[in-house]
Nanobody, 128 residues
Framework: EVHLVESGGGLVQAGGSLRLSCVAS?????????IGWFRQAPGKEREGVSCTSSSDGVYYTDSVKGRFTLSTDNAKNTVYLQMNSLKPEDTAVYYC?????????????????????WGKGTLVTVSS
């Protein structure tokens, strides 16, 4: 059974940094699952932030390029999202998601793309 557990959210001032972590169980990154980060701001639709798989590259939504970095630690089965230069518009609940057959680029660019497995989310609040 797949489980995803996020941590690392919190309150930060604009311009600050946070690192989110997602520990995955029930599969390994070598299984070529797509895994990534999605967010949902109050009153807005969910959007893809960043996604990758072991056989593909890392993809980012345009609004976070140059500020956010996704990385994986295969030994710990953990995916991270380093968020720098945070802006108030980054405020959202951030979810880790995984899918055995998803295409990472499509998961980010297609607003209707769904993933099979989701964590419960971690709240990021950026104050101005």
């Amino acid at each position: 059974e797949v489980h995803l557990v996020e941590s690392g959210g919190g309150l930060v001032q604009a311009g600050g940094s946070l690192r989110l972590s997602c520990v995955a169980s029930g599969f390994t990154f070598e299984d070529d699952y797509a895994i990534g980060w999605f967010r949902q701001a109050p009153g807005k639709e969910r959007e893809g932030v960043s996604c990758t798989s072991s056989s593909d590259g890392v993809y980012y939504t345009d609004s976070v390029k140059g500020r956010f970095t996704l990385s994986t630690d295969n030994a710990k089965n953990t995916v991270y999202l380093q968020m720098n230069s945070l802006k108030p518009e980054d405020t959202a609940v951030y979810y880790c998601a995984a899918d055995p057959t998803a295409h990472p680029e499509a998961a980010i660019t297609d607003p209707y793309y769904d993933m099979d497995y989701w964590g419960k989310g971690t709240l990021v609040t950026v104050s101005s």
